[in-house]
């Protein structure tokens, strides 16, 4: 079946640090891939996403590309900031009649000032 | 403020009892999907409807079920309550004909809490 692996955090950088968040998936056919956004008490949010291979998603200064080699969609940022701080989930919809989400199981990012 | 209407956002009840969560999601999406979010499980699909229907069924207990009404609303029902059940779950929508890059937009959770 489906699965994303995600690395483990919780992850705590200082402000305008450099972030990567790896992820790597299973999944049968063409997946699309996306990050998810977690801030304290709320849903989940869409930071971005990719739905080829060589895709580069990109938002609020987060980017990602989807790597089909190495099944791989690793998140980045230049320079974080405190505001940055989140649980941030990455995850993937492969085919069928459905497109629900298989999830990684997050990752705390802390960023200090 | 994804569109995405749940409550309560607060639960707290006994082992034992049985509960109803509801979800309204964004208006025009026909797909409705609950998951349940849990600090050892993390994020775990539990079922998905559209238009009415079941689509999609993941971990979902026999204990638990699911429906959507004509008006697309969706409701989660929990029974039989255990400790275990204690999570936050979430309700999520999508667009008719967004294809498998089609975003879900979740609402904020319901806190379940079983004492």
């Known amino acids: 079946g489906d699965s994303v692996t995600q690395m483990e955090g919780p992850v705590t950088l200082s402000e305008e640090a450099f972030l990567t968040i790896n992820c790597t998936y299973t999944?049968?056919?063409?997946?699309?891939l996306f990050w998810y956004v977690q801030y304290p008490g709320e849903g989940l949010q869409l930071l971005l996403k990719?739905?080829?291979?060589?895709d580069k998603g990109s938002n609020k200064g987060f980017e990602a590309t989807y790597r089909k080699e190495t099944t791989s969609f690793h998140l980045e940022k230049g320079s974080v900031q405190v505001s940055d701080s989140a649980v941030y989930f990455c995850?993937?919809?492969?085919?069928?009649?459905?497109?629900?989400?298989?999830f990684g199981k997050g990752t705390l990012l802390t960023v200090n000032p | 403020d994804s569109g995405v209407t749940q409550t309560p956002k607060h639960l707290i009840t006994a082992t034992g009892q049985r509960v109803t969560l509801r979800c309204s999601p964004r208006?025009?999406?026909?797909?409705v999907y609950w998951y349940q979010q849990s600090l050892d499980q993390g994020l775990q699909f539990l079922i998905q409807?559209?238009?009415?229907?079941?689509?999609a069924k993941g971990n979902i207990l026999e204990r638990f079920s699911a429906q959507q009404f004509p008006d697309l609303h969706s409701e989660l029902n929990l029974s039989s309550l255990e400790l275990g059940d204690s999570a936050l779950y979430f309700c999520?929508?999508?667009?008719?004909?967004?294809?498998?890059?089609?975003?879900?937009?979740f609402g904020n959770g319901t806190r379940l809490t079983v004492t």
């Open positions: 409807y559209y238009n009415g229907e079941e689509r």
């Open positions: 208006s025009g999406d026909l797909s």
């Open positions: 999944a049968t056919g063409y997946p699309s």
């Open positions: 999520a929508s999508s667009a008719p004909g967004g294809g498998r890059g089609s975003p879900l937009h």
């Open positions: 990719a739905t080829k291979a060589d």
């Open positions: 995850a993937l919809t492969s085919g069928g009649s459905n497109y629900k989400l298989t």
